[in-house]
């Protein structure tokens, strides 16, 4: 049985028969080594189709959501070659010729949105079913869209499918302000413009580290993308781009989750292959929970307290909290020696997890946006069921740091992010198995 491949069960089985057991109570100690980011993968794999040549991206994360997209070019008509030994994917665009992406393939994936930039940017015209992806409440593309009309693109949605077609065959560059620090619209923004005539600034750009690390990429093809990482990028077109060799940067949710593991449980534990800066907003609450931090810049070493101290905290956009680690910390704060408060102000549910884990004792009590969380001093094993990437996350640290067993269904939403988890968590003295 080969547990890197998360579909080993079968594909009957990964639509929710399989679970994790974990047996909780366990500090985790040791050294994990953290994966190329998902985020920045889904985010590469698309823009690599711009090239006339391949490319090869390395440090690919061996994740449920990568293969999905792989899957997806590959029935498109690009030749992907997948090495996961190696972590690299290849992807040569010559063969990929259309420009509809329908939605038996795109709803698979939210991020496959980003094919709307990708093939509006290489054809002038698209066709892209609307996405999926997790239902962490309402989640519009109005700022994809009205930057890509900016862009002089007319859009049209029928039947679920958004349609674009540049209104001269090239798009021309102009100045965009997003109205929410949107990071999908700001990559698909960049996609779309990269051919664009002329200069495309995108004002309240979102400035997480993927959206730098796609604008490296582009770059290393021969974009002119500059000020990425700040809210005001530049790109200005240009005619073609050449395959290259790309690394992605580390998953800094992965490095998170991983290190919030060690606070729930009492442990120790080093996270490697991290850009330490990438995890500012984490680091400075995982201080304020008691634990010391060594940062080493490429790896971070958290020693947690007995018990977490309270602390309040609200998702921002980078270089705030992010909102993907807030249902994590919730699972740390339901052990907290107090009340602690979290708000969460980019999604309007991405609470939903809460019930689950007040099935092994948290106490919790939600209100809009705002959750409060009443610090118990342990919680117990119950059977749970994941129904989100992040919550399923939450879920297993919890079940790491319970007492008795926990059983996880629900497991494919956690395989959709994080490589070899039942490895990495034994690696460090988790108790944990998976059950087809
Ligand atoms: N928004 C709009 N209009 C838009 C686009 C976004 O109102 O046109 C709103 C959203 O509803 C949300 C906020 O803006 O309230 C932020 O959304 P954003 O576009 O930044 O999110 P996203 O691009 O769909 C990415 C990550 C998410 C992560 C968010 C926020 C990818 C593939 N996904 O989503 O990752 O939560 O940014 O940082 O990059 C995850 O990894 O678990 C995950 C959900």
Same mark, same amino acid.
């Given at each position: 049985?080969?547990?890197?491949?998360?579909?080993?069960?079968?594909?009957?089985?990964?639509?929710?028969?399989?679970?994790?057991?974990?047996?909780?109570?366990?500090?985790?100690?040791?050294?994990?080594?953290?994966?190329? &980011?998902?985020? $920045?993968? %889904?985010?590469?794999?698309? !823009? =690599?189709?711009? /090239?006339?040549?391949?490319? *090869? +991206? @390395? #440090?690919?994360?061996?994740?449920?959501?990568?293969?999905?997209?792989?899957?997806?070019?590959?029935?498109?008509?690009?030749?992907?070659?997948?090495?996961?030994?190696?972590?690299?994917?290849?992807?040569?665009?010559?063969?990929?010729?259309?420009?509809?992406?329908?939605?038996?393939?795109?709803?698979?994936?939210?991020?496959?949105?980003?094919?709307?930039?990708?093939?509006?940017?290489?054809?002038?015209?698209?066709?892209?079913?609307?996405?999926?992806?997790?239902?962490?409440?309402?989640?519009?593309?109005?700022?994809?869209?009205?930057?890509?009309?900016?862009?002089?693109?007319?859009?049209?949605?029928?039947?679920?499918?958004?349609?674009?077609?540049?209104?001269?065959?090239?798009?021309?560059?102009?100045?965009?302000?997003?109205?929410?620090? &949107?990071?999908? $619209?700001? %990559?698909?923004?960049?996609? !779309? =413009?990269?051919? /664009?005539?002329?200069?495309? *600034? +995108? @004002? #309240?750009?979102?400035?997480?580290?993927?959206?730098?690390?796609?604008?490296?990429?582009?770059?290393?093809?021969?974009?002119?993308?500059?000020?990425?990482?700040?809210?005001?990028?530049?790109?200005?077109?240009?005619?073609?781009?050449?395959?290259?060799?790309?690394?992605?940067?580390?998953?800094?949710?992965?490095?998170?989750?991983?290190?919030?593991?060690?606070?729930?449980?009492?442990?120790?534990?080093?996270?490697?292959?991290?850009?330490?800066?990438?995890?500012?907003?984490?680091?400075?609450?995982?201080?304020?929970?008691?634990?010391?931090?060594?940062?080493?810049?490429?790896?971070?070493?958290?020693?947690?307290?007995?018990?977490?101290?309270?602390?309040?905290?609200?998702?921002?956009?980078?270089?705030?909290?992010?909102?993907?680690?807030?249902?994590?910390?919730?699972? %740390?704060?339901?052990?907290?020696?107090?009340?602690?408060?979290?708000?969460?102000?980019?999604?309007? #549910?991405?609470?939903?997890?809460?019930?689950?884990?007040?099935?092994?004792?948290?106490?919790?009590?939600?209100?809009?946006?705002?959750?409060?969380?009443?610090?118990?001093?342990?919680?117990?094993?119950?059977?749970?069921?994941?129904?989100?990437?992040?919550?399923?996350?939450?879920?297993?640290?919890?079940?790491?740091?319970?007492?008795?067993?926990?059983?996880?269904?629900?497991?494919?939403?956690?395989?959709?992010?994080?490589?070899?988890?039942?490895?990495?968590?034994?690696?460090?003295?988790?108790?944990?198995?998976?059950?087809?």
């Amino acid at each position: 049985m080969d547990h890197a491949d998360p579909t080993f069960c079968g594909e009957q089985k990964l639509r929710g028969e399989q679970k994790l057991i974990v047996e909780g109570g366990q500090p985790l100690r040791g050294s994990v080594t953290i994966s190329g &980011s998902k985020n $920045a993968a %889904v985010a590469a794999i698309p !823009a =690599a189709l711009l /090239a006339s040549s391949a490319s *090869v +991206i @390395e #440090n690919i994360p061996d994740i449920l959501d990568v293969k999905v997209f792989a899957d997806i070019l590959t029935e498109l008509g690009a030749l992907v070659s997948y090495d996961r030994n190696n972590r690299t994917m290849t992807i040569d665009p010559n063969a990929f010729k259309t420009s509809v992406a329908p939605h038996h393939l795109v709803s698979r994936l939210r991020a496959s949105y980003y094919l709307l930039g990708v093939l509006l940017s290489k054809f002038g015209v698209a066709e892209v079913a609307m996405p999926g992806g997790c239902d962490i409440g309402i989640r519009p593309i109005d700022q994809h869209i009205k930057g890509i009309k900016a862009l002089g693109a007319d859009v049209t949605l029928e039947h679920g499918t958004i349609k674009v077609k540049a209104k001269s065959g090239r798009l021309t560059g102009r100045e965009i302000y997003l109205d929410v620090t &949107s990071v999908g $619209a700001t %990559v698909n923004l960049m996609l !779309a =413009a990269v051919f /664009a005539e002329g200069t495309t *600034v +995108i @004002e #309240n750009a979102a400035k997480e580290p993927h959206v730098v690390d796609l604008a490296n990429y582009l770059n290393a093809m021969g974009a002119r993308i500059q000020g990425a990482g700040t809210d005001t990028i530049r790109i200005r077109g240009v005619t073609s781009l050449r395959g290259t060799r790309h690394a992605l940067i580390p998953d800094d949710i992965e490095a998170g989750t991983y290190l919030l593991a060690a606070v729930a449980t009492g442990g120790d534990v080093t996270v490697e292959n991290v850009i330490s800066k990438h995890l500012e907003s984490l680091l400075s609450k995982v201080v304020e929970m008691g634990a010391s931090v060594e940062d080493r810049q490429d790896s971070v070493r958290v020693v947690a307290p007995k018990r977490p101290k309270s602390v309040n905290a609200i998702t921002l956009p980078y270089p705030g909290f992010p909102t993907d680690l807030q249902q994590p910390l919730i699972s %740390v704060m339901a052990l907290a020696d107090d009340v602690s408060l979290i708000q969460e102000t980019i999604y309007d #549910n991405r609470f939903g997890f809460v019930n689950e884990l007040m099935k092994m004792g948290a106490r919790i009590k939600v209100d809009g946006r705002t959750a409060v969380v009443e610090g118990v001093t342990g919680l117990t094993g119950a059977p749970v069921t994941a129904r989100d990437l992040r919550g399923a996350a939450a879920l297993l640290i919890a079940a790491l740091s319970a007492r008795g067993i926990t059983e996880i269904y629900g497991v494919h939403h956690l395989d959709r992010g994080y490589e070899r988890v039942e490895q990495k968590v034994s690696a460090l003295g988790g108790h944990i198995a998976r059950v087809c």
